[in-house]
């Protein structure tokens, strides 16, 4: 997972923007064409998020993320790599690493007879 987190306080101009977002798709469009892609998709502002808690048997909804940090998740990538150096380069050529930071994780493995049949 290609976790992407920019800095809300940096602003870019309207042709900084255009060029990132240029950028982005010729990104997503070579990770797709490599087969890496799995998914990936843009968040909403972070003004739009909720974080729920269960402390002491009662649930608490408070708006926002849960962590009050200078840099604020807006992305991410799925990609089937074949090590974590390859997630790596891949991180480093998303465009908000210029600005922002990319977090490369790992995806937790799930041994098949501890996975639900069917979540819903």
Avoid: C, H
Avoid at 57 to 65: I, L, Q
Avoid at 88 to 111: D, F, H, N, Y
């Amino acid at each position: 997972m290609l976790l992407i987190y920019s800095d809300p306080s940096v602003e870019l101009s309207e042709a900084e923007t255009n060029e990132m977002m240029t950028d982005y798709f010729a990104f997503t469009q070579r990770i797709v064409e490599s087969g890496e892609m799995v998914s990936g998709e843009p968040l909403q502002e972070k003004e739009t998020a909720s974080t729920v808690r269960i402390r002491e048997g009662a649930t608490a909804v408070t708006d926002g993320p849960f962590a009050e940090t200078k840099e604020v998740l807006g992305g991410f990538y799925m990609v089937d790599v074949d090590s974590v150096e390859r997630a790596q380069e891949l991180a480093a050529q998303i465009p908000t690493a210029k600005w922002g930071s990319i977090e490369v994780r790992p995806l937790m493995e799930i041994p098949e007879e501890q996975r639900a049949d069917d979540p819903a």
